[in-house]
Structures are given as C-alpha cells and as structure tokens.
C-alpha cells in the first residue's frame, strides 16, 4: 500500500486530502500514537475508498476505534445525498443493528456482592439458563410464526412487547421508538426468514455479550440522574443484533448488487463496497430489508431485555418494576439511517452509513425522546470484559462534524489466533473471577478469543472522542458478570 | 508472519485485524472448493461420531469463480443453521468458471455429537482470489465471527 499522506488538523482530528478518485477527504478522529499504528492498516485505504462513493456528502469519517472491516472500515460514516447518492450494504455491516442496550436498576452493588458472592453467581448462572446464547441454542417456550416474522419485522420492540414481552413505556427508550418505518418483509428473502426464525431470542457468540455491572463513577451528576443512573447501581448490558435475518439480509443483496455493479458497468475498488443508488430500485429494495433486519434485532433485545428481568425476578424474588428495571437507552451501531444536516447553508437528506458507529444527538434534537430532549441521547460505549464501559452524551459538534455520530467501542488489537495463543495455559474465566469478574460462556474458543487484552483500552478511544468535542462522558461502567454465546 | 495449520494441515489460518483468514490449497480447483467447505465447518464444529449422513445436490451460479467459491461455502452455512448439516464430502461433477454443481454428503447435527467451537456470521468476499501457481491453486477467505 502506497504511504498515506494525513494533514494533523488538531490534536484528535486528521485529514486525508481529496487525491485521485476521491471526491471529498478522509477525516480520522484519532491520536498522534493511534495514526502511527494506522499506517499500516488496511482501513485508511478503506477511509479513502469510501471517499470516492457517488453522492458522498463532507467527508469519509473514522471514529478512533477505526480498523479494517468489509467495504467500510469498521468505525466508519459516510453521508450520501439521498437524490444523487449510494447505499451500500458494506456501510452497515452483516450484523444490521448490531447495538447496546443499557437497563438500570434500583438494587445497589453491596445487594449483589455483599457478603458472599452467591447473589452474583446466582444471577449469572440464571442469565446464563434462562438466555440462549450459544449456536443452536432456542428456548423451547417461544414459538414465532412466519407471519409473526414479517410482523415483528415491520413492528419491531413493539410487536414482541404486545405479546407480554416488556412494557410499551420500554419503547421510548429504543431508538427510534423500536422500530424504523418503511421496513418490507416481502423484500428478505425466504432463507433470510428461516436463519432467523429459530434465531429470534438469541444472544449469538463471538463479541455479542449481556454484562451485569455497576456505576463504578459518575461525571456529570445532572445528566447520569436524567438517565436514572446512580453510583454503585447495577446496570445490565446487552450486546447483540439481528442474528442469521441480518446476516443473510446482508448476503443476499451484496449479491444482488454484484450483478447491479455488473450490468451498470461498475468498477469496485472492493467487492464489498457494492452499492446501488440510493433512489433506484435496487437501492430502496435494500434500504426496506435492512430497516426489517434492524426492527427484528430491536425485538430481539427486547425478548432478551424480559429475559433479564425474569432473571432479576427469580433470584430477588422480587417485581422488576419494583427492582426498577428500565431501559436507558438502545441504539444501534451497524445502520443506514435517513437524517437532515446543514450543509453549505441548506438543510439537505442525506443517508448516514454508521458501520461500527453510533448515534449520538445532542440537546434539543427532534429525533430524541422528550424525556432526553433537554439533556442529549445517551451513547453506550461499551469496552473489553475486565476493565469497563461508558456511558457518553452527544454533543451539538456531532451535528456539524460527524453527521450525529461518535465511536462504538474499544476495536480490536490482537487478531483471534494471537489471542487465543496469548490464552495458552491460562484459565481465563479463573483469573477474572480473580478480578471479581465471573464470565459463563457457551465457548471456551470464545472466551479466549475475546480476552480483555484483545482489545484497545476504551478509555482512550472516549478520550479522543470527548477531546474532539463530539461527546461528554457521564458515567463509567465496572462489570461483575459476564455472559458469552 | 505467524500461521497456524487447522485439521490434518487442510488448511491454514492467517492473521486477521478482528475475524478470521483461511488458505485452502489444492493442486485441483476441485480440491480447493472441499477444502474450503471443510475448513468453514472445522472452524464450527468438532467432529462427531456415529454421525447420521445425509445427501444432497447442490446447484450454485455466479459472475465468477472467485464468487463461485464465496457462494459455495455461504450454501454450505446456509445447510448448516437452517437445516443442521455439516458439510462432510462431495463429489463436483461439474465446475466452470460460473457454476457448480455437486453431491454432497453432509452429516445431520447433533448437541450430543458435536460441540460447537464458534459462530460464523458469514463467509465475505473479502480479498476473494483464486490464484494458480506451478500447478497448485490457492485462495484465501475471511469469515465473519
């Protein structure tokens, strides 16, 4: 790869300026060490080839956890111009709404570790029994139709919620209320709808996760209590997205633009980076089956979210709306979403790639909930499992910087098999129990894989994050428990 | 560069940033085909004993070769989470530069048999190419973890 030529802008922000085919520059979000990593990393040439998309609109942009995906790199954002631009599967990803959902709760730290710990080992095991996380794994007392399918891809949070999994108060909570409209089931294919059907309720493996943890620290006070956090509460994270729907969804119109790519006599500078136009048939065809992928990933964590709270209920014998389990906000970090921006003086659509990158909406925001709306959207940063997570709130320089986004979370340093070597003789699961830590998971492969020095520090990656202006920290996360498809 | 051999030395795992790299070779682009379906499914799923066998014909198109092997093995994961079938062994009968057709013998999944090693997302087409040097054949994937 030829030697990447970056402008330092100012302490976190750089510039790959416009040179051959791009149409607008790369801007990085990072640090002097982290660039210097960078220059031999496969995603600046990533950065740079999703400068040259038809319709891109500012910049190609890299979030600091920024490393090679699929077409994009992962922690990348592009806006295109809803008239004269792309869409592209390669700028949302195979898992289509991966997010994060944070619940809080009203039980203290001491309530769970206070004595012994067998209130946390309890609670793990009965996450553990009562989730599916596993391949193959489906608890057998939920049965969804196809027609429930094409519902709930329609419906989203909400069509799982009716059937008494959650409260609807659960859905304000969700981004975009639990589900994007102009979502069309007639639009994913039949294999798309049998690799979901019995993946409906399921975790997955590799980095998917449900963590209990506390509020180990709070920034700002004000906002933590807007958002109902409060120091040493437990608070459970959920990470995982639209499972085998998604990943086919995904397949399916890669595909479909290959043969798109082909006819319009195309020339990818990746064959992930297939794309169609954003108002052509196959562009609105796209856009329909991602937001049914992203809906039924939103009920997904909704039925996991139930599941979480039947947990709670069993082991403290207690209602959970009285445990005062709430959601404090579920969004997506693996979407296209249509959005307005001030560009050039004019308010234009445009469509936002978000690959490995997250939403962030400042104060007074039309898209937010009017609970947040005086305070910003919280943005749910989550780290490795043996250190910690973050709770940010988004900032009004997102709006004029980064098209409402921010980073997703700490990216990977270690490839699978030097973590997996690094892993060799150790007793992973004993040594973060040693650190207060317990982890079930449903893999041994996985949890070495997934070993906290595996990934970048998070806090580093929040750091340049909140240096740029994008966002605010709030709260910092400790986890007791982990638990691993 | 570290590499490390998986199964029988059938294939070869690469570095990758975050999912994982598999190099399948062969001196028959046949041969490349099965050992890349074979490496997918060891990176899933242990091999099992007293397996149910189960035999299908598989009819794939594509562009191209390079996509001819990217669309094979995401059928071999299509068998598998829809129907449980671990790609065991098959006979090509036919292979061009855009279709296959094949008979291939899978084995039926069972949680007692097998244990389950990971989740593969999907097969990318990531940097998808077959080469062919001094009569050997060689392409590399990615999968998505």
Redesign the interface.
């Given at each position: 790869m030829k030697d990447i030529n970056l402008k330092q802008i100012d302490e976190f922000k750089w510039e790959l300026p416009p040179e051959s085919d791009m149409l607008v520059p790369g801007i990085i979000y990072a640090d002097k060490k982290m660039i210097d990593l960078l220059q031999h990393?496969?995603s600046i040439k990533q950065v740079r080839n999703v400068a040259m998309l038809p319709g891109i609109v500012g910049a190609s942009i890299a979030m600091p956890d920024i490393?090679?995906?699929?077409g994009f790199p992962?922690g990348g954002v592009g806006a295109f111009d809803v008239e004269n631009g792309i869409i592209s599967p390669g700028g949302v990803g195979?898992?289509i709404n991966c997010g994060v959902r944070l619940l809080r709760t009203n039980i203290s730290k001491e309530a769970v570790l206070g004595g012994q710990s067998h209130v946390l080992d309890a609670l793990i095991d009965r996450l553990f029994k009562n989730i599916p996380s596993?391949?193959?794994s489906s608890r057998k007392d939920i049965q969804f139709s196809k027609a429930d399918l094409d519902d709930i891809a329609l419906n989203g949070a909400k069509q799982v919620i009716e059937k008494g999994y959650g409260f609807l108060e659960d859905l304000e909570h969700i981004e975009e209320g639990g589900a994007i409209s102009g979502a069309n089931p007639d639009n994913v294919s039949k294999?798309a709808k049998?690799?979901g059907h019995d993946q409906l309720g399921t975790l997955?493996?590799?980095?998917h996760f449900i963590e209990v943890g506390f509020v180990e620290e709070i920034y700002d006070q004000e906002i933590a209590r807007a958002f109902g956090l409060n120091q040493n509460n437990i608070i459970v994270l959920i990470h995982t997205g639209s499972r085998?729907y998604g990943?086919?969804i995904?397949?399916d119109y890669?595909?479909l633009l290959?043969?798109y790519a082909?006819k319009q006599h195309i020339l990818l500078p990746?064959?992930?980076l297939v794309w169609a136009y954003f108002s052509s048939k196959e562009g609105q065809q796209y856009f329909s089956a991602m937001k049914a992928a992203a809906n039924f990933a939103f009920a997904n964590r909704q039925l996991i979210t139930h599941w979480v709270r039947e947990s709670f209920e069993q082991v403290f014998k207690e209602r959970a709306d009285k445990l005062g389990i709430h959601i404090v906000y579920d969004v997506a970090h693996n979407i296209a979403k249509e959005e307005t921006y001030l560009i050039n003086g004019k308010q234009k659509r445009v469509i936002v790639h978000r690959k490995g990158a997250t939403r962030a909406f400042p104060a007074g925001h039309s898209g937010l909930p009017e609970s947040y709306l005086k305070i910003g959207q919280p943005v749910l940063i989550p780290g490795d499992m043996g250190r910690y997570s973050y709770v940010l709130v988004g900032t009004a320089k997102t709006i004029s910087d980064t098209f409402g986004t921010v980073c997703h979370g700490a990216g990977?340093l270690m490839?699978?098999?030097?973590a997996v070597?690094s892993s060799k003789g150790r007793q992973i699961v004993n040594e973060l129990r040693e650190k207060g830590i317990i982890v079930r998971g449903?893999?041994k492969?996985?949890i070495n894989?997934e070993i906290p020095e595996a990934y970048k520090d998070v806090a580093n990656v929040v750091d340049i994050v909140e240096g740029a202006g994008l966002a605010k920290r709030v709260a910092k996360l400790h986890p007791l428990g982990v638990i691993k498809? | 560069m570290?590499v490390?051999h998986g199964k029988g030395n059938n294939y070869t795992?690469i570095?990758?940033?975050?999912?994982?790299c598999i190099e399948v070779q062969g001196s028959t682009i046949k041969e490349v085909f099965k050992k890349g379906a074979i490496a997918l499914m060891d990176q899933?799923i242990s091999k099992g004993k007293n397996e149910r066998t189960i035999v299908r014909h598989i009819d794939i198109k594509a562009?191209d070769k390079d996509?001819l092997f990217v669309?094979w093995l995401?059928e071999m994961l299509?068998q598998f989470?829809?129907h449980?079938y671990i790609y065991n062994r098959s006979r090509i009968n036919k292979l061009t530069e855009t279709e296959l057709k094949a008979i291939v013998t899978f084995n039926k999944?069972s949680?007692k048999k097998h244990k389950?090693?990971?989740?593969i997302?999907?097969v990318?087409?990531?940097d998808?190419n077959i080469m062919e040097k001094n009569n050997k054949y060689t392409v590399r994937f990615?999968i998505?973890?």
């Open positions: 990393d496969e490393h090679a995906g699929y992962i195979y898992d596993g391949v193959g294999r049998e690799r997955g493996s590799g980095n085998g990943y086919q995904c397949d890669i595909r290959q043969d082909s990746d064959r992930q990977r490839s699978r098999s030097q070597r449903a893999s492969a996985t894989e498809g | 570290k490390a795992i570095p990758h940033a975050s999912d994982i899933m562009p996509l669309y995401q299509y989470y829809v449980g999944f949680p389950v090693k990971r989740e997302k999907a990318t087409h990531h998808v990615v998505d973890i």
